[in-house]
């Protein structure tokens, strides 16, 4: 079974119990290790994460204890960054095990093809976040602010997260769906469609929009926007004959 989920966001101010939220996913990630072969993790699962060459970021170890576990006995794992834990660079992979994906990745899982990304470099209408994400990407901005002590660069990270949630934009991760013509990510899979005629993904799977969506595009594919682990508690699950996306509930 392959299983997929984004958007956990550990760590956040945004959690009412942050532990609570750790330990419901490490249920999960048991629930499922009896039958996972392959588990993605697609982006934003940390809400910081920024990683000095002997220096990562205190917390989750009962989350990256049980990856670790589940990659020992032979899981493959995926991870993708968002636009909230770009900085993972070589700790995971040599501590846990995974692959890092930085940009959008075409996998051939159990028949079908699967186009998986975390969904935040679609967005065009944003021109801001498009800012501030290419300057969170350049490697001459990241040496810089890795330059800095993490006793500066950690605290200002939860100052900033604790500022958003005073201001109550907490509010931004109660995501709708906004109807087809109105997703940039359905936008984009539509267009990828359109540009690659014979070369189309069975399935467009994504994270970063916080919402719950299976949407059939066309007669082979279909969009998969993931939700999260702040409101849904939402992954999907793939065993080469059925797709299905699904909330966990104990």
């Not at 930085?102 to 470099?121: M, N, Q, W």
């Not at 944003?126 to 990241?142: K, M, P, S, T, V």
Request: aromatic share 18%.
């Amino acid at each position: 079974m392959i299983y997929f989920a984004s958007d956990t966001h550990f760590g956040a101010y945004f959690h009412q119990d942050p532990l609570a939220v750790e330990r419901k996913f490490l249920r999960w990630l048991k629930e499922i290790e009896v039958d996972a072969t392959h588990l993605f993790l697609v982006g934003d699962i940390f809400d910081y994460w920024f990683e000095y060459k002997y220096v990562v970021p205190r917390g989750y170890t009962r989350i990256l204890g049980k990856l670790a576990d589940m990659a020992d006995h032979g899981v493959e794992i995926h991870f993708f960054t968002g636009n909230h834990d770009i900085w993972v660079y070589d700790y995971l992979p040599k501590e846990i095990g995974c692959q890092v994906h930085r940009v959008p990745t075409t996998f051939e899982l159990l028949g079908k093809k699967f186009y998986i990304a975390h969904g935040d470099e679609f967005i065009k209408d944003d021109r801001g976040f498009r800012i501030i994400r290419a300057i969170f990407h350049n490697r001459i901005c990241q040496k810089l602010y890795g330059s800095l002590h993490p006793w500066l660069t950690v605290g200002f990270a939860h100052r900033w997260a604790l500022h958003s949630r005073k201001k109550g934009l907490k509010d931004q991760y109660k995501q709708e769906y906004r109807g087809e013509k109105e997703e940039y990510l359905v936008d984009f899979a539509k267009e990828y469609l359109a540009e690659h005629p014979n070369d189309a993904p069975d399935f467009f799977i994504f994270g970063h929009r916080h919402i719950m969506l299976d949407l059939m595009l066309s007669r082979q594919s279909r969009v998969v926007i993931l939700g999260d682990w702040i409101t849904h508690f939402s992954y999907a699950q793939w065993d080469g004959i059925t797709f299905a996306l699904n909330l966990f509930e104990e």
